[in-house]
T-cell receptor
Framework: NAGVTQTPKFQVLKTGQSMTLQCAQD?????MYWYRQDPGMGLRLIYY???????DKGEVPNGYNVSRLNKREFSLRLESAAPSQTSVYFC???????????FGPGTRLTVL | RKEVEQDPGPFNVPEGATVAFNCTYS??????FFWYRQDCRKEPKLLMS???SGNEDGRFTAQLNRASQYISLLIRDSKLSDSATYLC???????????FGGGTRLMVKP
């Protein structure tokens, strides 16, 4: 794998439920990212963390929050899930913001 | 206009063929460029970075044309295993975000 693990692999939620997607990397990289991928839309950046202790909004942050718990872990939280958040979520790592990114296997989320 | 545009395909080619994909980007100040490969229901995987002078990795050649703002990927001697979606990726001028194209689907047939 690319040194990025994501849990869970699959999740089904009801509208209004909350959940946290977990991501961890074992490469000691500074930067971590959360993307969503929808059919016909490509990958879109939700939030990113340039380094431990910092987080910034990406292209589509509404409805999400993130926590960079430490250098290794970056979690994505949905406080009140909506059907529009049905998607595949990918976490990624990179040595720095300018470097290539390496992706985890993804979490497939369905919100009913 | 989308920031990164690709022909979605599919490109259907026989084994052994040479195939080329182009990708155009809108922001002339973009700094870094990559090609990723994505198999069905899998995560994107880095195929190669794209350097100003062009670069080659085995059967794959990537080129960057800053004046015309496009990136190309050439695959020689196509294999069945090359069947995938190829994503063109461009960093923002600040280098803090990657923008992905929608991908070009390649299908290599026996």
């Amino acid at each position: 794998n690319a040194g990025v693990t994501q849990t869970p692999k699959f999740q089904v939620l009801k509208t209004g439920q909350s959940m946290t997607l977990q991501c961890a990397q074992d490469m000691n990289h500074n930067s971590m990212y959360w993307y969503r991928q929808d059919p016909g839309m490509g990958l879109r950046l939700i939030y990113y963390s340039a380094s431990e202790g910092t987080t910034d909004k990406g292209e589509v942050p509404n409805g999400y929050n993130v926590s960079r718990l430490n250098k290794r872990e970056f979690s994505l939280r949905l406080e009140s899930a909506a059907p529009s958040q049905t998607s595949v979520y990918f976490c990624a790592r990179s040595a720095s913001l300018h470097n290539e990114q390496f992706f985890g296997p993804g979490t497939r989320l369905t919100v009913l | 206009r989308k920031e990164v545009e690709q022909d979605p395909g599919p490109f259907n080619v026989p084994e052994g063929a040479t195939v080329a994909f182009n990708c155009t980007y809108s922001n002339s100040a973009s700094q870094s460029f990559f090609w990723y490969r994505q198999d069905c229901r899998k995560e994107p995987k880095l195929l190669m970075s794209v350097y100003s002078s062009g670069n080659e990795d085995g059967r794959f050649t990537a080129q960057l044309n800053r004046a015309s703002q496009y990136i190309s990927l050439l695959i020689r001697d196509s294999k069945l295993s090359d069947s995938a979606t190829y994503l063109c990726v461009v960093t923002s001028p600040r280098g803090n975000m990657l923008t992905f194209g929608g991908g070009t689907r390649l299908m290599v047939k026996p």
